[in-house]
C-alpha cells in the first residue's frame, strides 16, 4: 500500500520551529542530489562543494562539518575544544544544560558550570562568576565559554556583545563557542552578515542550525580556529553523528546558504513572531517580559487561559510555576495563522479573567 497522508497540512502550531515541515526549495534540492552514487561518507561533489558556500559566508578560515542534529553538534563540537579535565561556562537556560538529556556528560563526560542570566545572555561579567581557579586540581578547569545565538529565551546578542565576551575569554586562555541553532534568526534581527557576530567576534567554532529554518534535518558544525579545535573528524564519527549519504545534508545546506533562503526564511519567521507580539502585547492579563528579538515570545498568562488555549493550539508551558508559556513561529507560519491564535488568546484571556 502506498502512504497515505495522515495529517492536516494547513493546520500549524506555535509550539517550535521544529514542528515545521520541509521548505519546498530544500525538497527540492534533495531530489537534484538523489540518482548514482557518491562516495559516502562525507567525500561527495556536494559535501566538496559546501566548504565553498560556507567560506562565501564565514571566511576562508571556515570548515564545516555537516551533522545530523543541534544536539549532536553542540556535543562532539565542544568535546573537540576540551580534555578531559575541563568544563565549560554556559547560562543556565543553555540548551547544552537544561534540554539535551545530560548528552554533553553522558556521552562526553563534560563538565558544565553555570551561571544565572534572565535574559539567556552571558557578559564578561557573568563568565568569571564561573572562570577561576584554572590551575586548582580540585576544580575542573574552565576551559570553554558557551553561549548561543539568537539565545534560548529569543533574545540576540550583538556582534559588539560577542565580541566582548570573546576577547575576555581569550585573555582568560578560554575558548569560545557558539550554539548557532537560530543563528539566522539573530542575523535577521541585527541586519547584519552571520559573520559578524561569528567569524569577525573571534568566536572559535559554532554550530549552524537548519532544521529550524526549513531543512529536513541537519546542522553543521563551523570551525573557524583550527587550533581551538581537535579531532572534529574522528569524534563526529566516534558521537554516531557521521552520515553515510552525506550528499543529502549536504545539498540542503546548499540551498539554504547558496541562496537567500536562510535569510528569507529566517527573516519571516521574526515577522511572524512581531505580529504576535503587536497583536497580544496589550491585551488585559498577558505579561511579556523578556525582549521579544528572534521567533519567541514568553508570555505569563493566567493558567487558565494557557489551558483552555492549549486545547485549541500546541505550544509549551514554559516554567510551570510562573506560569510562562513560550510560542514560536517559523518559516511557514502564515499571517492568518498568527491572527487566528492571536483572536484566540485574546478570547481565552477575556474568559479567563
Ligand atoms: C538553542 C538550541 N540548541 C540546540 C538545539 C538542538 O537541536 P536538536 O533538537 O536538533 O538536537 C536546540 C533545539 O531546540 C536549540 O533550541
Redesign the pocket.
Known sequence: MTPQRRHDPELRAFA?D?YAGVHPEVLAAIAVANGGHQVSYGEDVYTEHLQEVFRGHFGPSAEVFPVF??????VVALQAMMDRRDALVCAESA?VNV??GGAPEVMAGLKLLTVPAWDGKLTPELIDRQAYGFDNEHRARPAVVSI?QS??VGTCYTPEEIRAICDHAHGLGMKVYL?G??LANAAATLGVPMRAFTTDAGVDAF?L?G??NGLLFG?AVVVLNPEAVQGMRYLRKTSMQLASKMRFVSVQFEALLGTDLWLRSASHANAMTQRLFTAVRDLPGIRIDRPVQANQIFAVLPPAATEALQKRFRFYTWDVQSGEVRWMTSFDTTEADVDAFAAAIAEELAAAL
Open positions: 517550535s521544529n542534529n543541534g544536539t549532536g553538534a553542540n540548551h534540554d539535551e548561543a539565545t534560548e550554539d541553532a537560530r554550530s542550525g532544521t529550524k546542522e
